[in-house]
């Protein structure tokens, strides 16, 4: 940042991944198909929906243990799709189980590191530059040092995109709490990460 | 819930009279050339009570092949092509019947991983489809070829630049394309080809009307036999050999192109005629000149008359009659 | 505004979120405050860094790893009695209670019976999707632009375009043509043009804009070759 002309920053619409989520009135065909037990049916949803269910489990429980989350998720939903209600956009309702299941995981198998035996402590503070080649590796580390439910907000508003309603209905809470909720889970993520660097893209 | 199910499918199945959808075939997955994947699948459909009536098909990315055939499913086979599974797992074929006999199906590619792009000239769907004869097809492409044949009940078909091509078909039938070659063989029907900057062929064409449009191609046509023909042009020649219906019309005009025009005529016909240069074929003492039209009468006045007129601004116009 | 003011507001600024003054607040305070900018840069950088993380492959064999729990868990089924099926189906974890539960579980058997004879002659999903609406409300972003899914979208207007330039070249071979007519021809053709081209301005884009284009550009085609707009009218329109 130069004297003369302060950059600031500035807000940049955050771009969602991937196109916003089905009408119900799609979902419906698909569910209805997959109730009938059609295969086809079947593993056409799964490869809809397996690499975010294996993305999200993948950054809340880690590499070790993402594909028996994963697993369990879709098994979760093709055995629950016949109560499934409707009253959600499929996505949501996976996802939802995916968070859940993720969680759970983690209570059951209680948080320990992922990374081997290097601590974030060790890992020297980047320098100021704005494109940093190790921030994504950084940040994956600090990922697992957050607290699970701040972990969770993370994955789902800043690595998967999803607007906050969308969090806020897989996290069945009010779209005010998520808000506070990845505010907080940033702050924290700053502080475990250290110096950034750098002016925003 | 699925084992409930296979119980009373179990139980039900000797009272079944018609056979159930046929499963389709697993996917054939096979490395083409280039280290290119193809996947091959089918799909049959069996219409819920009313058969088949409409068939839309929308497909930006490949060819669209449909045939009729004395039946009551449509079956569709698609070919996909792409570079890597990845790629594949994006190309998506929609089917959505509807209870009142129209089924449609359509192509699309799902928006991939932000960073990863994949060029249109990577992707590929073909659709081949079977349809019942009496289904009325609506179809349209982009770059693909568009054909369809032997079927009754005419229909739509629209392409950008992929070629359509019309064979064996009855019903009114409606082409258009921006610069793909027309070509309509053996259609019985009312018809309106249009085209933008490619050619449009007939061939054995018979029936009310009609209507065949280039603005930069060329119109050909032989054994044209329908009522009232209307055939336009910009900058094309046009051809035609036809045979004129009792009472028919029929008006061939261009800006710049030359006319030439070959009439097995039935009954009399009135003809009027501008151009560059004129030329009907007709010993002088049957033609008069008219405010710039030069005209003819053929045949006894008694008779049904047919009407005709050829007219080109820049370009020559010819006839010649054969009763 | 003082800083704590201003960085609890950070997260939704950096999102776009606050609109209008609130946002300049927010802006004029960094403008002067260079702590609370490098904790603004840090948490874009941060989002920006996270939103970069790489998507991630599903394992390739997990498809089949989930077909035999699934498989499993259908014999495990088959195993128990029906009414336990009936009642683990419609569980409370399904916000269903037991009592209502058996008896929606014994109509949907019902159901499935009169419902068999139809369900089966249904269509067969391919192995491929039922189209999910594709709405960028968003500017596609703008790493993937040479992507095929967005030239796919792009299609309509290219062609559309197509037929507006074949339409702006015939109304000027046309309008050669007008300057022969009397003056009732040129009202009716001038008239008639401005009505073709106001259903193409309205029409949606797509096949019913390239439609109104086609009208146009059949009725300038034929008042360009045959000098008569009388009859250019009488003969309809494709």
């Known amino acids: ?201 | 819930m699925k084992f409930v199910l296979l119980t009373l499918g179990l139980l039900a199945a000797p009272a079944l009279a018609e056979p159930a959808t046929k499963p389709a075939t697993k996917p054939a997955t096979k490395p083409a050339t280039k280290g290119e994947i193809v996947e091959r699948s089918r799909v049959e459909i069996q219409p819920a009570g009313h058969a088949f009536t409409n068939l839309t098909v929308d497909n930006p990315l490949g060819d669209v092949h449909v045939e009729g055939y004395d039946g009551n499913a449509v079956m569709i086979e698609t070919h996909k092509h792409a570079p890597d599974d990845d790629t594949l797992d994006r190309l998506r074929v929609s089917l959505v019947p509807s209870a009142d006999g129209s089924v449609r199906i359509s192509t699309l590619v799902d928006s991939g991983k932000e960073l990863k792009q994949v060029a249109r000239s990577a992707v590929r769907i073909d659709l081949v489809i079977r349809a019942p004869r009496k289904a009325r097809i609506d179809a349209a492409t982009s770059a693909g070829k568009l054909s369809i044949e032997n079927l009754d009940a005419g229909g739509e078909l629209d392409s950008a630049s992929g070629s359509i091509s019309v064979k064996n078909v009855s019903g009114e039938l409606l082409t258009h394309s921006v610069s793909g070659a027309t070509s309509l063989v053996q259609v019985f029907g009312s018809v309106d080809a249009a085209t933008l900057s490619s050619d449009v062929d007939l061939d054995s064409i018979n029936g009310e009307k009609l209507v065949a449009s280039a603005n930069k191609g060329r119109i050909a046509g032989r054994r044209v036999m329908s009522r009232d023909i209307e055939l336009t042009t910009t900058e094309g020649k046009i051809v035609l050999e036809a045979e004129t219906a009792l009472h028919g019309h029929l008006v061939v005009s261009s800006l710049h192109g030359d006319i030439d025009v070959h009439l097995r005529r039935h009954g009399a016909v009135n003809v009027r005629a501008r151009g560059g240069k004129v030329d009907l074929g007709q010993p002088a003492n049957l033609i008069e000149h008219t405010a710039g039209w030069t005209v003819a009468t053929l045949g006894r006045s008694s008779d049904p008359m047919a009407s005709i007129e050829l007219m080109s601004k820049y370009g020559a116009v010819s006839l010649a009659v054969i009763q | ?238």
């Open chain 1, 1 to 201: 940042m130069t004297d003369t002309a302060i950059d600031v920053p500035t807000p940049v619409l955050a771009e969602p991944r991937t196109r916003v989520s089905a009408t119900l009135s799609d979902d419906a065909q698909l569910i209805a198909a997959c109730r009938r037990g059609e295969a086809r049916a079947m593993e056409m949803l799964y490869h809809q929906f397996k690499r975010r269910v294996f993305g999200m489990a993948h950054r809340i429980v880690g590499p070790n243990d993402a594909e028996e989350v994963a697993q369990e998720v879709f098994v979760r939903v093709f055995r629950g799709l016949a109560a499934f209600r409707g009253d959600s956009a499929l996505s949501t309702w996976i996802y939802r189980l995916t968070v859940n299941a993720s969680l759970s995981h983690l209570a059951r198998r209680g948080r320990r590191q992922e990374v081997g035996d290097e601590t974030l402590a060790d890992v020297p503070a980047a320098p100021e530059v704005s494109r940093d080649p190790g921030l994504a590796a950084r940040i994956e580390r600090a990922l697992v040092e957050l607290p699970p439910g701040y972990r969770a907000i993370l994955v789902l508003h800043d690595v998967e995109g999803l607007s906050h309603e969308e969090c806020a209905a897989i996290l069945e809470c009010r779209v005010g709490t998520c808000k506070s909720q990845l505010h907080k889970a940033r702050a924290r993520m700053r502080e475990l990460l250290g110096p950034i660097g750098g002016p925003p893209q």
């Open chain 3, 1 to 238: 505004m003082t800083c704590d003011d201003v960085r609890p507001q950070l997260t939704a600024y950096l999102d776009g979120e606050l609109e209008g003054d609130r946002g300049s607040a927010v802006r004029g305070h960094l403008r002067g405050c260079a702590a609370c900018r490098t904790a603004s840069n840090d948490e874009a950088a941060l989002r920006d860094g996270l939103r970069a993380l790489p998507t991630l492959d599903a394992p390739s064999g997990m498809w089949a790893k989930i077909q035999t729990q699934l498989a499993d868990a259908e014999i495990a089924d088959s195993e128990k009695p029906r009414w336990r099926r009936v009642l683990a189906r419609w569980s409370p974890q399904h916000w269903v209670t037991p009592r209502l539960a058996l008896a929606s579980g014994a109509l949907a058997v019902i159901f499935c019976v009169s419902a068999w004879r139809y369900t089966h002659r249904d269509h067969e999903l391919p192995q491929t999707a039922l189209v999910l609406p594709q709405l960028p409300t968003l500017p596609a972003p703008a790493t993937n632009n040479g992507d095929v899914a967005t030239e796919i979208a792009a299609l309509p207007k290219t062609t559309s375009d197509s037929y507006a330039a074949a339409a702006d070249e015939l109304v000027k071979l046309a309008t050669e043509s007008r300057a022969s007519w009397s003056d009732s021809q040129q009202k009716q053709f001038d008239a008639k043009v401005a009505e073709l081209q106001h259903d193409i301005a309205t029409a949606d884009e797509g096949r019913p804009r390239q439609r109104a284009y086609r009208t146009l550009i059949r009725y300038l085609q034929r008042a360009a070759t045959r000098d008569e707009v009388a009859f250019a009218d009488t003969r309809g329109t494709p």
